[in-house]
């Protein structure tokens, strides 16, 4: 996927990408039925179940599947400030690692089961909501059909969930509605 950061200290780095969000969409991008691509999908269910007592209108959680493009008009609907796009990506680290991939040096032509290539998502959002995008991937290790996460994407799709959370918690009680 195009030149990737090193995957090092990826909390204290979204955290800074994040700043002071006054609205967050937290999009979990990926086909559940390909092995570890639903690691996003997965991630987005965890992250509703950790921050169910949450209750913030300022905090949207998305479960997008293989179609992100289909839930852009809910992001702009809900005005996010913030897009965290979460989704496996290939930046050449061990099986689970997590790292922050800038969407505009992904390449086009990677391989993806989306409809969409996510630097053109990322974009299209940045243009249509002016929102900033980022982009959270999550070294996979097997697309195999019908198989479930391998173990080490299950724990770091858990981890960014947890992540996220404490994220969320913090940063959406500190800022002004």
Known sequence: MGEMRKPEAWKSRLARELGRPKRLAVMG?????????????FCAAALARLTAGLASPRLKIIPAGEAPE???????KFGA????????????FP?????????RRIRDDDASTHRLPL??????????????VILLGIEPKSF???????????RAAESAAAALAALSRRLLRSSSA
């Open 144 to 154: 195999e059909p019908g198989a479930p996460l391998s173990a080490e994407v299950s």
């Open 29 to 41: 991008v990926g086909n559940v039925a390909k092995g570890d691509d639903g690691a996003g999908v």
């Open 70 to 76: 289909n839930f852009t008009g809910d992001v702009r």
């Open 119 to 132: 630097p053109l998502l990322a974009a299209y959002l940045e243009q249509t909501v002016g929102c900033r």
């Open 95 to 103: 099986g689970g690692t997590v790292f922050l991939a800038d969407p």
């Open 81 to 92: 400030t913030h897009v965290v796009i979460v989704d496996v990506a290939a930046g050449g």
